[in-house]
């Protein structure tokens, strides 16, 4: 299984981007897809995952109502839409994939190299 992020880049303050995430090689037992955001220094943090078969969604709370998970099962591409992106959104972010949904870095087997966001004035 292979994972590939994009759409990251540099935004100001309340703007918005929509990451991309596009699987190869997933299969049906590979379900669960999440992203998370790493800041140097600090621990992997959980945003949100997905249920690939039917379109279940889970956020951590600092992210509900800001950012969307979703997925395009014809391009096998999952999303995150984030709004109102703040200074202290800067971070890598990735895609990760694995049997099940997880709230844990742990529960995933497969993980893109990352895509750079960046908020800034």
């Known amino acids: 299984v292979r994972l590939e992020e994009s759409g990251g880049g540099l935004v100001r303050p309340g703007d918005s981007l929509r990451l991309s995430c596009v699987t190869s090689?997933?299969?049906?037992?590979?379900?669960?897809l999440a992203w998370f955001r790493h800041v140097s220094g600090k621990e992997r943090e959980f945003i949100a995952c997905i249920w690939w078969r039917d379109g279940r969604t889970y956020y951590a709370d600092p992210w509900k109502g800001r950012f969307t998970i979703s997925r395009d099962n014809e391009k096998n591409t999952a999303y995150l839409q984030m709004n109102s992106l703040k200074p202290d959104d800067t971070a890598v972010y990735y895609c990760?994939?694995?049997?099940?949904?997880?709230?844990?870095?742990?529960?995933?087997?497969?993980w893109g190299q990352g895509t750079q966001v960046t908020v800034s004035s």
């Open positions: 090689g997933r299969t049906l037992s590979t379900d669960g």
């Open positions: 990760a994939a694995g049997a099940y949904v997880s709230y844990y870095a742990s529960g995933y087997d497969y």
